[in-house]
């Protein structure tokens, strides 16, 4: 399983907020493919998957503010780890 943080957006940024999950619980998403849209005071930003694998435990939903490095999502390796993690 990889962790999805939010990820440092700039010097003086110290959190966003999710305004939109592009992809969807129990999607299977590829690397660079967008899983969010995350905006700041400033800017809007896409977030991209780092790996390759099925989304889920979204911990932070749309619209809620997040503070950079905090958990918002996992991306498991296969449909046994998606399952196995699903029914804890």
């Known amino acids: 399983m990889h962790e999805v943080r939010l990820p440092s957006l700039g010097a003086q940024i110290e959190d966003a907020e999710i305004t939109e999950w592009v992809a969807e619980?129990?999607?299977?998403?590829?690397?660079?493919?967008?899983?969010?849209?995350?905006?700041?005071?400033?800017?809007?930003?896409?977030?991209?998957?780092?790996?390759?694998?099925?989304?889920?435990?979204?911990?932070?939903t749309s619209e809620e503010k997040v503070l950079v490095g905090e958990l918002i999502a996992a991306i498991a390796e296969s449909e046994e780890e998606y399952e196995k993690i699903k029914s804890m």
């Open 25 to 60: 619980e129990g999607q299977k998403v590829e690397e660079r493919q967008v899983l969010c849209v995350l905006e700041t005071e400033k800017s809007t930003y896409d977030l991209e998957a780092e790996y390759n694998g099925i989304l889920h435990i979204i911990i932070q």
